[in-house]
């Protein structure tokens, strides 16, 4: 049987997430194939920092507070999945997929073709806890 949480209890696991994320957490963008959650980081592209917390829960959904664009990216690639860390960057918060704005990804980009030197925007984010 899966895992089915009610919606309290998601609201509860979500606001947790955004107090262990913290102040200041930041917002890596990766190509490559996405690891299991935790697992080694591949080619960063862009690495934002959320000026506040991460984001509120409301019903389960966690939905992110957009950090500023990152003005010159790290690399050039595709951009695949994304890593929300504690802001000293060592401490994983949640992994999740990344497409193009419409795409349906948890992270969504202006656009996932990403250039070395170029902006990365992010159009919005959501992550939905347990069962929903």
Same mark, same amino acid.
């Given at each position: 049987?899966?895992?089915?949480?009610?919606?309290?209890?998601?609201?509860?696991?979500?606001?947790?997430?955004?107090?262990?994320?913290?102040?200041?957490?930041?917002?890596?963008?990766?190509?490559?194939?996405?690891?299991?959650?935790?697992?080694?980081?591949?080619?960063?592209?862009?690495?934002?920092?959320?000026?506040?917390?991460?984001?509120?829960?409301?019903?389960?959904?966690?939905?992110?507070?957009?950090?500023?664009?990152? !003005?010159?990216?790290?690399?050039? /690639?595709?951009? +695949?999945?994304?890593? *929300?860390?504690?802001?000293? @960057?060592? #401490? %994983? =918060?949640?992994?999740?997929?990344? !497409?193009?704005?419409?795409?349906? /990804?948890?992270? +969504?980009?202006?656009? *996932?073709?990403?250039?070395? @030197?170029? #902006? %990365? =925007?992010?159009?919005?984010?959501?992550?939905?806890?347990?069962?929903?």
């Amino acid at each position: 049987m899966a895992l089915a949480f009610p919606t309290a209890c998601r609201t509860a696991l979500g606001t947790a997430l955004v107090t262990y994320a913290g102040s200041g957490a930041l917002l890596k963008i990766f190509a490559g194939t996405q690891p299991a959650t935790g697992g080694a980081e591949t080619t960063k592209l862009a690495q934002l920092t959320f000026s506040g917390n991460i984001g509120t829960c409301t019903n389960g959904v966690i939905t992110l507070n957009i950090p500023a664009s990152d !003005t010159s990216a790290d690399d050039t /690639g595709t951009a +695949t999945w994304a890593r *929300i860390t504690q802001s000293n @960057g060592t #401490t %994983v =918060a949640v992994d999740m997929n990344v !497409t193009a704005t419409a795409g349906g /990804g948890s992270l +969504t980009l202006d656009s *996932i073709a990403v250039t070395l @030197g170029g #902006t %990365v =925007a992010i159009t919005s984010g959501s992550i939905t806890v347990g069962n929903a």
